[in-house]
């Protein structure tokens, strides 16, 4: 059986299969950059499909010890590099890098792999500006390598249905989408802490802050996991989620660039740091025969959506779920949740919302969308198979550019009349410098 028919034969199936079974020459090798948390969970995928761990790599040895400690068992003796250059320089075999490393070196670094070409799979949000969103985006159509951005609900079948069954007019016309999540535990609505801590042994802090400017390493502050709340290094609660929350309906509904980014209920919004609350108000212009749209993300806990959206969640679940997002449309409601991974329908005339395979009128819509077996499986099989991403930089690109239009306006403390395509706030010429950074070079 050939190879592409035996893969379709077993889409459906939750098993990942050994490469073994495809032969040897379907080994990728695999490098990591930036060993933290987040990057363990594809090590792993890379472990159960067969391929692999050529290196880690991170400026703290620390990560890259707990690492190699932590996969010892399956991965062996793993090469360590603590700059990204090197890696992509000495290792002339390597097929592949997973980047996991803070918001402010993902565009950097994906820039040299590209370059390298090498095929690319990073986290959310793909890149720290909006400005770093369009290189990056422009240089994917060019550099014949195979790229994946880190927004794992793509591959959730209930996203793809949820895509189906609002294209398909089950919903009618899309108003507003909302989004909600609660108060998050990074920094927010403050300065940087006085002083300076020992930094931690071998790690080289000026390489963590990297393109961003320099500061005076403090411990608990920023390394790890809490450099998503400050400016320098990730954009706080929008940075975060934008990918995941606004992949659905930006794919469903066609979503170009909104024509207003507005901000409201913005509580100790920071000079340095993301706002310990805020709503974001992104509007999208009518285009053909689909109307106007906003989507609106309400994080911090103090807005929520209003009672027409909360009222059919408790009715059907006994409460709003902790973080959510309902798309409201002229014929009823689609619940999909924070990851977009959920797929509940709610027409005018329901009593509650039903899963989509329990949904008498949902059931009707055929499936069009194909189906995958694994967001990190998706990116490798299309490496072997010379395929496609469900989610590749110019999708993610695009959800990021959209998020951190956002982040524009809100340290702005302005709303905007946004020309998406020129990156410009009409009248604002202020926010031309806030959609782009000055790098520092040194390590780049």
Not at 231 to 255: E, Q
């Amino acid at each position: 059986m050939k190879r592409r028919t035996f893969l379709a034969a077993v889409a459906a199936a939750p098993v990942i299969l050994p490469r073994t079974v495809f032969g040897a020459n379907d080994r990728l090798n695999i490098a990591f950059i930036g060993m933290g948390g987040q990057i363990q969970g594809h090590v792993r995928n890379t472990l159960q499909l067969g391929h692999h761990v050529a290196a880690f790599c991170d400026v703290d040895p620390n990560q890259i010890t707990n690492s190699q400690n932590r996969h010892k068992a399956k991965a062996g003796s793993v090469k360590a590099y603590a700059d990204y250059r090197e890696l992509l320089e000495k290792e002339k075999s390597l097929d592949a890098v997973v980047i996991a490393t803070p918001d402010h070196w993902h565009a950097p670094i994906c820039t040299a792999a590209m370059k390298a070409k090498k095929h690319v799979f990073c986290e959310k949000p793909l890149t720290h500006t909006i400005a770093e969103s369009r290189s990056l985006r422009k240089i994917s159509r060019t550099s014949k390598v195979v790229t994946q951005t880190g927004n794992q609900g793509s591959a959730s079948p209930n996203l793809r249905r949820s895509i189906e069954l609002i294209q398909s007019g089950l919903l009618g016309q899309v108003s507003n989408v909302h989004v909600w999540h609660p108060a998050h535990g990074w920094p927010n609505g403050g300065v940087r802490p006085p002083g300076e801590d020992p930094v931690p042994s071998g790690m080289n802090w000026d390489f963590w802050c990297g393109p961003a400017p320099s500061r005076p390493y403090k411990n608990g502050i920023y390394h790890p996991a809490k450099w998503r709340g400050w400016y320098d290094f990730g954009n706080g609660s929008i940075g975060d989620f934008c990918c995941h929350s606004f992949n659905m309906p930006v794919r469903a509904l066609n979503l170009g660039y909104p024509s207003r980014v507005e901000t409201s209920n913005v509580q100790k919004a920071g000079l340095e740091t993301y706002a310990k609350t805020v709503t974001h108000t992104f509007h999208f212009p009518a285009k053909g025969s689909r109307a106007a749209v906003n989507l609106i993300y309400y994080t911090g806990g103090v807005d929520m959506p209003p009672k027409h959206i909360t009222d059919p969640l408790i009715g059907t679940f006994g409460n709003i779920p902790r973080v959510g997002a309902v798309v409201e449309a002229e014929h009823g409601l689609l619940s999909s949740g924070l990851w977009n991974s959920q797929c509940y329908v709610k027409l005018k005339g329901d009593k509650k919302f039903a899963g989509h395979t329990n949904h008498a009128e949902a059931k009707k819509v055929p499936q069009r969308l194909p189906r995958a077996n694994g967001h990190f499986r998706e990116w490798t099989d299309a490496i072997l198979n010379n395929g496609k991403t469900f989610a590749p930089f110019e999708i993610g690109g695009h959800l990021t550019e959209i998020g951190l239009s956002g982040i524009v306006a809100l340290k702005l403390q302005r709303n905007l009349d946004w020309d998406g395509q020129a990156m410009k706030a009409k009248g604002i010429p202020e926010a031309a410098a806030l959609t782009r950074k000055q790098n520092r070079t040194k390590w780049l």
